[in-house]
């Protein structure tokens, strides 16, 4: 994907539904979302991505230091417009900087780096994470009502990219998981039949001195395992 020239909005749409999960990550996806918003909502000077999980705050995805900038210090100071758009998954709009009186320090801020409004919406992502998308402009009064608008079903289309980005990540997380306890039991049976023809015991006596082994060397269970298979297959006491 290019950055080259506005992008019209359908496009923008096209895009965030045909992200294939299969060949990228959360990051990436994160990234294509700020991306494709600076080129699609008209009078867009930076933008950035802000997740909030368990009340910490991050910046996860940026155009811009400015954008970077601006989040950082609403999470310094614990305030601002995307911390509000993220706690209420409403839209928070800042159309003149100089004369917001909700959060005096930050907007001072902002209008000594150049930024003179912003719009911020709120993404509803599950349970633990919120976020918002933050949209910041040069001018003054930079997001009409179309512009207002355009960023709202933007984030409605970046909100599933996101959430099927994420789920299919904990989905993925899940299969090696998964796979690993595989593999652990694997490896822990073969060392209970090593055991078992070594001691002529049972089943749950060669679990027991598997354990006692672990226990006594504070080791793992599957890393105990591991070396009795591995020295079975050596040819080792």
């Not at 950055?3 to 096209?14: S, T, V, Y």
């Not at 918002?132 to 608008?149: G, L, P, W």
């Not at 089943?203 to 226990?215: C, K, N, P, V």
């Amino acid at each position: 994907m290019t950055n080259d020239g506005p992008l019209d909005p359908n496009e923008a749409f096209a895009q965030l539904g045909q992200i294939r999960l299969s060949d990228t990550d959360l990051n990436a996806v994160l990234k294509t979302i700020a991306d494709l918003a600076k080129r699609t909502i008209p009078g867009t000077r930076d933008v950035s991505v802000t997740l909030v999980r368990n009340k910490a705050a991050h910046t996860a995805a940026f155009t811009g230091e400015l954008a970077l900038s601006m989040d950082e210090s609403q999470y310094e100071w614990g305030y601002g417009p995307c911390l509000e758009a993220s706690a209420t998954a409403a839209t928070v709009s800042v159309p003149n900087m100089a004369g917001e009186r909700r959060w005096p320090q930050w907007t001072a801020r902002a209008v000594e780096h150049g930024v003179n409004s912003s719009l911020s919406i709120g993404l509803p992502l599950q349970d633990k994470v919120t976020g918002a998308i933050n949209i910041y402009a040069a001018k003054s009064d930079a997001f009409d009502h179309d512009a207002v608008v355009l960023a709202q079903t933007f984030s409605g289309y970046a909100t599933v990219a996101l959430a099927n980005a994420h789920l299919y990540d904990a989905t993925a997380t899940l299969a090696q998981q998964l796979q690993a306890a595989m593999e652990s039991r694997a490896v822990i049976e073969q060392a209970k039949g090593i055991i078992m023809g070594d001691h002529h015991c049972s089943a749950d006596e060669a679990f027991a001195i598997l354990s006692r082994l672990s226990q006594d060397t504070n080791r793992k269970l599957r890393d105990v395992a591991t070396a009795i298979v591995q020295k079975a297959v050596e040819g080792r006491p």
